[in-house]
């Protein structure tokens, strides 16, 4: 068996079992990428809860290594390589050093600095920074249906089984009342669709944003409901997208929901 599918198979096995991080060590160490530079350091990055993240110290720089976990709803690996392209010349998203989808990992340069926290989600000076940084992706146009969020919500819906019925109800009844006020015909931007606080990171005056594996098409309200709802606290006062349109009740709503959903 070659490196390639040496590769690829232990990284499979990986959503079953656990290993040391002198295992891990030995598998990053055999990506051709970290071969090449000289792994000199791994630690093992805490905050994802979906796939295996370390960081890596090579000779040619600092490195996060993510080898990805494909069970969840709401991931698919191509859309999010094609994502990841779209958005390097924005500097808003680590530097791509690699991507192997068929291989199930990717590595990109770590970014330096503090992740934020909830009360910067609610601080009217700190949107504005995101709300700047986020405009050019949001300018973006993108097309993938099965990454929209009414896409979404079905496949959410058949995954978590346990999910109580009067909340599946009224998480159909909100998709059905966008949809009469046109919401879903709407879906037409590039959104990041996970921007909770340990997604951003501010080193200075620069934030970057991680983790893009929830990333696709929608409205940029539904991106702002989903920060909103991290927030814990109404922001939409803060928030210029809230202005002029007839649904952020509504899609807030259905975000809320959907977050309720996750908790099944």
């Known amino acids: 068996m070659n490196n390639s599918s040496s590769i690829k198979n232990s990284i499979k096995e990986s959503v079953v079992q656990e290993w040391t991080l002198h295992e891990w060590g030995q598998r990053v160490a055999l990506l051709p990428e970290v071969a090449a530079a000289g792994l000199l350091d791994i630690e093992a990055l805490t905050h994802g809860t ?17 080898f990805n976990n494909d069970e969840l709803p709401g991931i698919h690996r191509p859309t999010e390589a094609r994502i990841l392209e779209a958005i390097q010349p924005l500097d808003l998203a680590p530097r791509l050093i690699a991507n192997h989808v068929n291989q199930g990992y990717l ?9 934020w926290t909830q009360s910067d989600l609610s601080n009217p000076q700190q949107l504005r920074r995101l709300a700047e940084v986020l ?26 089984t346990k999910m109580d019925d009067g909340l599946k109800s009224a998480i159909n009844k909100t998709v ?15 959104l990041h669709f ?23 098409v929608g409205h940029p309200i539904i991106e702002w409901s989903v920060i909103q709802n991290y927030a814990g606290v109404d922001i939409q006062a803060q928030i210029p997208e809230f202005f002029g ?16 959903m996750w908790q099944f």
């Open 50 to 66: 979906v796939n295996k993240s370390f960081k890596v110290t090579t000779n040619k720089g600092t490195w996060v290594v993510r």
């Open 107 to 115: 590595i990109t340069v770590f970014c330096e600095g503090t992740h």
């Open 135 to 160: 405009q050019p992706l949001h300018q973006i146009p993108f097309s993938c249906k099965r990454t929209e969020l009414v896409f979404r919500l079905v496949e959410y819906i058949h995954y978590f």
């Open 176 to 190: 059905s009342e966008l949809s009469h006020m046109g919401f879903w015909q709407k879906q037409k931007q590039l």
């Open 194 to 216: 996970d921007l909770n606080p340990m997604n951003i990171i501010c080193n200075g005056d620069e934030l970057k944003i991680i983790d893009w594996e929830y990333a696709g």
């Open 245 to 260: 349109i007839h649904y952020p009740e509504k899609v807030q709503k259905l975000i809320d929901l959907m977050m309720e």
